[in-house]
């Protein structure tokens, strides 16, 4: 896949010294540490929601812009069982990397199982658990995905003196912003807008946006499925509108911001 080639040579010579964001469309990100750490979130790199649901609308929408073998990755998280979180065709292909560790919520275990994947690099997280490696801490917190997945967790990463705020797939819980606040001025938070199977649309990203004060906002989770709604050019509007003071960026598939 010559768009997969492009976009990892992009994503490998991203200059250290640096901590850059990459967005692989849907809730999936890319995070290249400074110092040259690879964190990959809620990746969905194949079309196995289409294969496993064979409902139509469901077809992936977005080119596929990243291989399987192309990053080293260090850590990996997926932040619930729903297949364009953990990619059941993807991830075992991932972990063949060695180094790799695999952050996944409770109800992915039977999944790691089932497709023979190291448990031995594999932790099952649940809100509110903390892990560090050096520099880096994956603080595992609230999102409300309904019963359809009610172990989902969002995630703060701190990473290169930098707070990330990745909210995982969520409703609005405006009575949840006085945790959140505490938590410390977020960096960046990427967040749904697509407003279905209980996501945040656009209104209510921006609101949550405003309730949080993050100092850059990037909508997520539009754009890959017929079935998901997502419009950032809406959000785009509403920021302005009702929110002007707040910063946020429309980030491509494929494109990076720099921290």
């Known amino acids: 896949m ?37 964190i990959g979130y809620d990746m969905y790199l194949s079309d196995c929601v ?103 967790v969002g995630l703060v990463l701190s990473v290169d003196s930098k707070k990330i705020y990745f909210t995982g797939d969520t409703c609005l819980r405006l009575d949840m912003a006085d945790y959140f606040r505490a938590l410390g001025k977020f960096d960046v938070m990427a967040a749904p807008i697509n407003g279905a199977w209980g996501n945040l649309d656009e209104t209510e990203c921006a609101a949550w946006a405003n309730a949080l004060q993050p100092t850059l906002t990037i909508p997520c989770h539009y754009g890959m499925f017929a079935l998901h709604g997502g419009n950032p050019d809406k959000f785009a509007q509403i920021m302005k509108t009702n929110y002007h003071d707040l910063h946020f960026s429309i980030v491509k598939q494929g494109e990076s911001i720099i921290l």
Do not use: W
């Open 50 to 152: 289409y294969r496993t649901e064979q409902k139509d609308g469901l077809q992936r929408l977005l080119p596929q812009i990243l291989d399987t073998e192309s990053i080293p990755f260090d850590f990996i998280v997926a932040s619930h069982a729903h297949r364009d979180h953990f990619d059941e065709d993807s991830l075992p292909e991932l972990m063949q990397n060695t180094k790799a560790q695999l952050f996944a919520s409770l109800s992915c275990e039977n999944d790691v199982e089932r497709l023979r994947i190291d448990k031995s690099r594999c932790t099952f997280v649940s809100v509110c658990d903390k892990l560090t490696f050096n520099d880096i801490e994956f603080h595992f917190v609230p999102c409300d995905h309904g019963d359809g997945a009610p172990d989902a």
């Open 2 to 38: 010559a768009n997969s080639s492009k976009f990892s040579q992009t994503v490998l010579s991203a200059p250290l010294g640096q901590t850059h964001l990459f967005f692989l469309g849907q809730a999936g990100f890319i995070v290249k540490s400074a110092s040259g750490k690879y």
